[in-house]
């Protein structure tokens, strides 16, 4: 497979993974709803360098061992189901904002806090494990030039970021939050309940799957 032909399948993989609603999705629009949209973009700039960190270890073969490893596998797995069921029974708790000032109506997150959401939220998921692993043994050869690679990571990278960036955004545009705010609860409450579902599929999930 030649550079372009495989640059373009990791795009389009790449491209199709981000998009398709998931546990990224729902942290994106907890924080922008929840916060703010700079605690939305923030939560981006996290998920984007878990995807990094994702990329650079299953490039260099770390990947391989998780995969094979149902104990290592298993003990992410759960880790990473528990962290999604707390942040939704976090979401589950939300009350009704008033709608007198959107600017008083927001609750306060550090930047820290929010990008560290996004990255611990990414990096705990072991599908992104398994979803790097299947896309790099695909494309990557034994004598694939190690620019090559850094450029095949950071292209689905840098997707996510600039995807859950854009949704970060849109969420939190003064028109939006406004139409929003008055079901924002409801909202934070659904993506709770989606976070838990998240979590409790990701328990079950066999490494199979």
Not at 110 to 125: I, M, P, Q, V
Not at 144 to 153: I, K, V, W
Request: hydrophobic content about 55%; some cysteine.
């Amino acid at each position: 497979m030649t550079f372009w032909a495989g640059w373009l399948t990791v795009f389009i993989m790449g491209l199709v993974a981000v998009i398709t609603p998931g546990p990224d999705f729902a942290l994106t629009l907890r924080s922008s709803l929840a916060y703010s949209r700079r605690a939305g973009v923030y939560t981006a700039v996290g998920i984007g360098l878990g995807n990094t960190i994702h990329a650079t270890y299953c490039l260099i073969g770390i990947g391989a061992l998780i995969s094979q490893s149902i104990l290592l596998f298993n003990g992410l797995k759960l880790l990473g189901a528990g962290y999604l069921i707390y942040l939704g029974i976090k979401s589950l708790q939300a009350k009704p904002v008033r709608t007198e000032s959107l600017q008083d109506n927001r609750r306060i997150v550090s930047a820290f806090a929010a990008f560290r959401l996004g990255l611990f939220g990414n990096l705990l998921n072991p599908k992104a494990t398994l979803f790097f692993l299947a896309l790099f043994t695909q494309i990557v050869q034994p004598e694939t030039p190690l620019a090559a690679q850094a450029l095949y990571g950071g292209t689905v990278a840098l997707q996510s970021l600039v995807w859950f960036a854009l949704l970060a955004l849109l969420i939190s545009q003064r028109w939006v939050k406004q139409l929003l705010m008055d079901v924002s609860h409801w909202l934070e409450r659904i993506t709770g309940a989606l976070l838990i579902l998240l979590g409790l599929r990701l328990a079950v999930t066999k490494l199979s799957d």
